[in-house]
């Protein structure tokens, strides 16, 4: 079983006990239920850098990336640098991320937030609108053509973007349809954890123009962006990079006014 099999199973443990917890109608009472969207996707179309910074403490493949950081402080410190979205890590198990996280990064910026997590239900969908995000996140690798589809659909009913990641054609193929707005292609690969902008090469000429198309993991310099970009990419999804830091908010910003230079 790999990385990613083991984080599924465990997350359909986690949305059951949660479902109990915390009923459908609860969630949908959030203050923040009735709050508007605002569209990473438009974002992106009309920034020059694409940025999507994002929080996470750590991952499976790198431990501890960054502990100490204040969300709160991350979120202020990203929008002030220009950025077009932040991504923020909802997985506790595996991330050390929380929902407590988004609503702490809604609280502080006035950003395009991506729930990042492992969804496997809609309910998930449902808590990230509750909870202020503005855009959920599809692995194809663990979800057939059909729920792809209900989740997307169910995503768009609540006014969220749609970012959906693939990792190969065959992956690519089964997950395009009207409902999404952004496709990310993941360099990394996640049953080995090698990472490859290769993927996101061979992969770009088979995304249709309706999308935007979002490049993900193992983009750490300005070079990676620049050599992405005549391939149609205007997003780019950095994790590690910023975080690694004392102060993602400047880094980020560095990063943009160097791109942008």
């Known amino acids: 079983m790999n990385i990613l099999d083991k984080i599924t199973l465990d ?10 917890l915390i009923p459908v109608s609860q ?5 923040l239920f009735e709050r508007a969207t605002i569209s990473l ?27 100490g950081l204040n969300v709160q402080d991350v979120a ?8 077009c979205g932040m991504s923020v890590l909802t997985d506790g198990k595996y991330f050390g991320g929380s929902l407590d996280d988004l609503l702490t990064a ?14 496997i239900d809609e309910y998930q969908i449902i808590e990230a609108k509750a909870y202020g995000a503005d855009v959920i996140l599809l692995i194809a690798a ?43 292609v993941n360099n990394r690969n996640l049953k080995t954890f090698e990472v490859s902008l290769e993927t996101s090469k061979n992969l770009s000429h088979s995304i249709p123009d309706d999308f935007v198309k979002v490049s993900e993991s193992g983009i750490s310099n300005i070079d990676a962006i620049k050599e992405l970009q005549p391939y149609g990419y205007q997003g780019f999804l950095i994790g590690e990079n910023f975080m690694k830091t004392d102060n993602p908010g400047v880094s980020a910003t560095n990063f943009i006014n160097t791109l942008e230079a």
């Open 27 to 31: 969630l949908e009472q959030s203050v």
């Open 106 to 119: 809604r609280a502080s910026c006035n950003l395009p937030l991506l729930r990042k997590e492992f969804i």
């Open 41 to 67: 996707a438009n974002n992106l179309r009309q920034s020059n850098s694409g940025i999507i910074a994002e929080h996470k403490r750590r991952s499976p493949s790198k431990s501890i990336i960054n502990n």
């Open 76 to 83: 202020k410190g990203y929008e002030d640098a220009g950025v």
């Open 142 to 184: 663990i979800l057939t053509r059909e729920e792809i589809k209900h989740f997307s659909e169910c995503a768009k009913s609540l006014n969220l973007n749609v970012l959906l990641e693939v990792h190969n054609e065959e992956e690519l193929h089964k997950s395009i349809m009207p409902s999404l707005d952004m496709l990310g």
């Open 11 to 20: 997350k359909r443990k986690e949305v059951d006990l949660r479902k109990h």
